[in-house]
């Protein structure tokens, strides 16, 4: 239990409709995707990064644990409050800040769904590729805490690989500013690439500032099935030792394409042992001679089963 007169400090920082402390509030904030469970002391949503440094300060002078969220939808445990404390959601610092697309970057508030975000910048042509699993619902500064990835990291990265710069809070409650909008900063420690993946436990991240690419004219979507895990397995290093680097690789074994079948009676055959969804992207033209290759490829490590 926080002590009162410290509640009355951060109500006094954020308002009171912004703290919490009743134990049905806590409870929904106690547990992440991981489905593990630790009741906070308090939840807090601060609305502005001044906000979250002087709580930062109060939490440093009284020695209180303080754990950054956003969606909740991690699966290390990283916004877990373990020991009480404070749950500091960041939800409402949910702004697309600008879009550039003179420079292809973008500065955001870290509790922007990530699908959001990725619908608004492809309506400006522009593209950003990380898609974790729980893009529809994920907030991009917990992608940054986790350096998330998805399935097209294949060919294009995870998250810490379009993170140019960002805006932290540390522990203390001082503000940092780490990287910058430029491609060729070269000069002292890279803080951005250590802060991606910290999960929280190095500062709150407040602002990002992304890398964005144009958006790829076409994609095309391939699945393959194989009558072994062998062949799908040397499948995929066949095709990239062809020097060709699809946008996403997605693996299924036949258990999974079992459970697949039985909820969505799509036709797959009981002798397929393991599936291949093979995507690629790019100019029109490239993509279909990429693909057409790609069967090429792997038609003979099927084993005799079909593909489209």
Request: proline share 5%; aromatic share 6%; glycine share 12%.
């Amino acid at each position: 239990m926080l002590e009162s007169r410290i509640l009355e400090q951060i109500i006094t920082i954020v308002g009171s409709e912004n703290v919490a402390t009743e134990r049905q509030d806590l409870l929904c904030y106690g547990y992440d995707a991981t489905q593990m469970e630790f009741l906070p002391d308090a939840v807090v949503h601060p609305g502005n990064v001044d906000e979250i440094s002087q709580i930062m300060k109060l939490a440093n002078a009284e020695n209180i644990h303080v754990f950054p969220r956003g969606a909740g939808s991690g699966f290390t445990g990283g916004a877990l409050p373990k020991g009480g404390g404070i749950v500091l959601v960041v939800t409402r610092l949910n702004r697309i800040l600008r879009i550039d697309t003179e420079n292809l970057i973008a500065e955001v508030e870290p509790g922007v769904v990530t699908e959001q975000f990725q619908m608004e910048v492809e309506k400006l042509g522009l593209f950003y590729p990380p898609d974790p699993a729980s893009l529809k619902f994920s907030t991009l500064g917990g992608n940054v805490a986790e350096n998330a990835g998805g399935p097209r990291c294949v060919k294009y990265g995870v998250t810490r690989d379009f993170v140019m710069g960002l805006e932290v809070v540390l522990p203390t409650g001082d503000i940092i500013r780490t990287g910058g909008e430029t491609y060729k900063g070269v000069v002292g420690y890279d803080l951005t690439r250590l802060l991606c993946g910290s999960e929280g436990t190095l500062g709150i991240i407040t602002k990002i500032i992304f890398k964005l690419l144009p958006l790829p004219e076409a994609k095309k979507t391939m699945l393959t099935i194989f009558d072994s895990i062998d062949g799908a397995a040397r499948a995929v290093s066949t095709i990239i030792g062809n020097k060709i680097i699809p946008t996403t690789l997605e693996f299924m074994d036949h258990a999974t394409l079992q459970c697949v079948e039985k909820r969505f009676s799509l036709g797959i055959p009981d002798s397929g042992r393991a599936v291949l969804i093979i995507e690629v992207d790019g100019d029109r033209e490239l993509i279909e001679k990429q693909a057409a290759r790609i069967q090429e490829l792997v038609r003979p490590l099927a084993g005799g089963m079909q593909g489209s």
